[in-house]
């Protein structure tokens, strides 16, 4: 299958997510919260592991992120004793500088033994660079359909081959906000209705003395991260998707988007902040009323001990109420991984339904399985579940889910050009321009 046919089946596939030929929920990719116990399916492996080092290349090498794979290392050692994990995790939110340096590595036929990649438009990027080698034996042992969404699978299949085994699902639209600084603007914990309503509430804020409504890293990724929040919800969901397809970048509502989000940058930081974790810290610490950011977001609250609905209250990003701004990791056997029977032992343990239990509780995702019970997640990951299995999908264009790596480059470069000169009419030109030159 020809690279665009497969990025064309994979969006296909996000479509049918969204619901857009039914117009409805998603109920095929539900991962519908079960109660019971998990059920025990792996593949065969050999007892206690391969033996060897298994290098694993994450960027999840701080805070709640490192926390999360430290989860799923723990479980690793216990179950294959034989097996060494190396940690080859790269700090930088999004994998801003892990990517860069897993493709030099992939370029000199240096792979880790499994490397972390998004469901979607990012993995049809290494499979069409015939860099992954298909794990339908793993999946296959780990349940297949039985225990994972088919529409996810179809995220990660070409031509039948299924090239990595998804670890989680994250929601992008997520406004975190803290309840102490909105009151000092005399503005509620109900979610605004649209980005219209949300703006008018910073400007109180900000008339009443909040010097930063709204946080933002300077990390050009969390740029594209609010954008994409934001351009969902001046278009809707179909429309969304449909920019992925055959859906006009030079439309009124494209341009909307921009200006709003124009708007919304008046009430940010400009500096102060350079990842996610800064940004999110700043509403943790109070300096900040909201901000915009995928789930993980919630394991930082989390693990700085701050109460759910008390210290920090979140709703979907206004205007995009009803639908789930999707993204999945997900790890490979790269072609030429050092020890491939060790990886598998790792593949094998990101799928199962123990590890994947113990890791999204800590990461803030909700598994990627369907039959891991939702009991005993905490209330965020509860209304994840709950919007994962009811609302419309849309999929995260900073998080690789809906465009390759290289268009989304683009898009992220026109961004930072855009948040410096603010020209609205030559970045909608640039992201028109990106659509023509990907899709
Ligand atoms: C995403 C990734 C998440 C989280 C986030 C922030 O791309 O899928 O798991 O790590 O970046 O680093």
Not at 3 to 11: D, P, S, V
Not at 129 to 154: C, H, M, R
Not at 352 to 358: C, L, R
Request: hydrophobic share 40%.
């Amino acid at each position: 299958m020809r690279f665009k046919t497969a990025i064309a089946a994979g969006l296909a596939s996000m479509l049918a997510l969204a619901g857009c030929t039914g117009g409805g929920a998603a109920p095929t990719a539900a991962p519908a919260p079960t109660t019971g116990a998990p059920a025990a399916s792996e593949a065969p492996a050999t007892e206690g592991g391969a033996g060897g080092d298994v290098g694993v290349f994450t960027w999840w090498a701080e805070g709640s992120e490192k926390a999360g794979l430290a989860e799923l290392e723990k479980q690793f050692k216990e179950k294959y004793p034989n097996d060494t994990f190396v940690n080859l995790a790269v700090a930088g939110g999004a994998g801003s500088n892990a990517k860069a340096k897993l493709a030099a590595d992939l370029e000199n036929n240096n792979p880790p033994d499994s490397f972390q990649g998004h469901a979607g438009a990012e993995l049809f990027d290494y499979i069409s660079a015939n860099q992954l080698e298909p794990v339908n034996d793993v999946i296959e042992g780990l349940g297949a359909a039985s225990v994972f969404p088919q529409n996810l699978l179809d995220l990660i299949t070409v031509d039948g081959n299924i090239y990595s085994v998804p670890s989680n699902v994250h929601r992008s639209n997520v406004v975190w906000a803290n309840p102490a600084v909105l009151e000092q603007g005399g503005v509620g914990n109900e979610a605004p209705a649209d980005i219209d309503a949300w703006l008018a509430d910073m400007q109180k804020l900000k008339d009443a003395g909040v010097e930063t409504p709204l946080a933002v890293g300077t990390a050009p990724w969390t740029q594209l991260h609010l954008f994409e929040s934001v351009l969902l919800a001046e278009l809707g969901t179909d429309d969304y998707n449909g920019l992925f397809t055959d859906g006009d970048w030079n439309s009124p509502k494209v341009a909307s988007a921009v200006d709003k989000y124009a708007k919304l940058l008046d009430f940010a930081n400009t500096g102060g902040a350079d990842d996610w974790p800064q940004a999110t810290d700043m509403v943790i610490d109070g300096k900040a009323a909201y901000n915009v950011m995928g789930d993980w977001a919630v394991a930082q609250f989390t693990e700085k001990g701050k109460t759910d609905g008390t210290d920090y209250i979140y709703y979907p990003t206004p205007g995009t109420d009803g639908t789930f701004l999707f993204l999945a990791d997900s790890f490979t056997l790269p072609v030429g991984a050092k020890n491939p029977e060790g990886a598998k032992d790792w593949l094998n343990l990101v799928g199962s339904a123990e590890g994947q239990k113990a890791f999204n509780i800590t990461k803030g995702s909700i598994p990627a399985r369907t039959d891991v019970p939702a009991d005993d997640f905490p209330a965020y990951q509860k209304t994840a579940m709950e919007s994962f299995s009811n609302d419309k999908i849309a999929s995260s264009i900073a998080h690789g889910a809906a465009t390759q790596m290289a268009w989304s480059a683009d898009m992220t470069t026109a961004l930072s050009k855009f948040v410096s000169d603010r020209d609205q009419a030559s970045f909608v030109s640039a992201l028109a321009a990106a659509a023509g030159t990907y899709r």
